[in-house]
């Protein structure tokens, strides 16, 4: 990686122009395929929604103290970001990998902190998109409100921004596509689904309870619950302290990742 790690660069200690370019370079990446990458998880929660309401929404009673389609709401809308956020930075890096053309982004004068920021900001704008459209969705068509604003953008931003950065390090790590399919159905796809997007973690048996508090994901989705509908499992400041420490500890491994050149050199 040809990049000037000491002393003040000449650009300033940090390339505004270059993190600019790659995080816009990101952004354009998913939108000009915006039908697979933004309509296409738009229909899929639309069909998680549906069909979970005709077959089981009428026969179920309220999960804490919400109509069962209300309480399901918030984690397919999470889920949705966080699959759309990892799926956007590792699917860039792997494609860059397979292409050889990721020496483009190593090659300019970009720090490895710049880097992992313009990937991540590809993987947040989209995640945040999606959120949009998915709550616009619940508004119009399920009249469902939003009870605390801040608190679900705080829980989108994060969860794009963690759910990124671990796509950041599955791309580095994975040299071929069926890596990054391991990776997304044996780790990214589990932990989604058992995170309590589907059911409230208070029906779990105990030990199945405990082991649900060490999946960051878990947080990601009852912050979300709690932001839309006011309610949760858990502490949602609890919940914000724990997804800010795994998105910096996540990040930071990303860092140390490209700044070492670890599966990225020749």
């Known amino acids: 990686m040809n990049r000037v790690e000491m002393g003040v660069r000449r650009f300033g200690r940090v390339n505004w122009l270059g993190l600019y370019t790659l995080a816009w370079r990101e952004v354009m990446r998913f939108s000009n395929v915006w039908t697979q990458t933004l309509l296409a998880p738009l229909v899929t929660a ?8 005709i077959a089981i929404g009428p026969k179920r009673g309220d999960v804490l103290g919400v ?27 792997v494609i860059s990998k397979v292409q050889g053309n990721i020496v483009d982004t190593l090659m300019p004068p970009l720090s490895g902190a710049e880097i992992v ?26 009249g469902m409100g939003v009870a605390h604003p801040l608190w679900t953008l705080v829980f989108v931003v994060l969860g794009g921004a963690f759910l990124g950065g ?3 390090v599955a791309g580095i790590f994975a040299n071929k596509f069926d890596q990054m399919a ?7 796809t589990p932990l989604a689904f058992l995170s309590g997007t589907f059911y409230s973690v208070s ?23 709690y932001g839309v509908l006011g309610v949760s499992d858990g502490s949602p400041v609890l919940g914000l302290c724990v997804v800010i420490g795994a998105t910096f500890l996540v990040c930071t491994a990303a860092w140390l990742m490209i700044r070492s050149g670890y599966r990225l050199k020749g």
């Open 46 to 53: 639309g069909l998680f929604l549906m069909i979970f309401n």
């Open 67 to 93: 109509p069962f389609i209300e309480f399901l709401a918030p984690g397919i809308l999470m889920m949705t970001v966080i699959q759309n956020a990892f799926a956007n930075t590792s699917s860039s890096l």
């Open 117 to 142: 920021l313009g990937y991540l900001a590809g993987g947040i704008v989209r995640g945040v998109i999606v959120s949009v459209a998915i709550m616009t969705m619940l508004i119009v068509f399920l």
């Open 166 to 168: 671990v796509g950041i």
């Open 182 to 188: 391991a990776i997304t159905n044996f780790i990214v």
């Open 203 to 225: 029906a779990l048996p105990p030990v199945l309870r405990e082991l649900t508090t060490f999946n960051p994901m878990f947080y990601l989705i009852d912050g979300a619950r």
